[in-house]
């Protein structure tokens, strides 16, 4: 079974970066797409962004132009680079892969930006 561990989360004020990481403890290779998902308080999850094995990548019109995913296949590790942080994107932010016997999700990082 695979884990998935997410870091990078915290506080920052509006306009503001933050980069998300979620580090898998075998490869993530075996994961087509892995995705980055969000959950803001009182709010159904939320699909934000997706990268393929072959680094193709699909965002949510909410981030498109702001959040940049990608993934290193060596290291295995999942990334999500968030820039022009706005309030309304605070949520406790989930790493996810598909493979062949099913989804795995991380535990969550929290994300709080103030205006």
């Known amino acids: 079974q695979v884990q998935l561990v997410e870091s990078g989360g915290g506080s920052v004020q509006a306009g503001g970066s933050l980069r998300l990481s979620c580090k898998a403890s075998?490869?993530?290779?075996?994961?087509?797409?892995m995705a980055w998902y969000r959950q803001a308080p009182g709010r159904e999850r939320e699909w934000v962004a997706e990268?393929?094995?072959?680094?193709?990548?699909n965002y949510s019109s909410s981030v498109k132009g702001r959040f940049t995913i990608s993934r290193d296949n060596v290291m295995n590790i999942l990334y999500l680079q968030m820039d022009s942080l706005q309030p309304e994107d605070t949520a406790v932010y989930y790493c996810?892969?598909?493979?062949?016997?099913?989804?795995?999700w991380g535990q969550g990082t929290q994300v709080t930006v103030s205006s």
């Open positions: 996810n892969g598909r493979g062949n016997l099913g989804t795995t």
């Open positions: 075998r490869s993530i290779l075996r994961f087509d797409p």
């Open positions: 990268v393929s094995r072959g680094h193709r990548s």
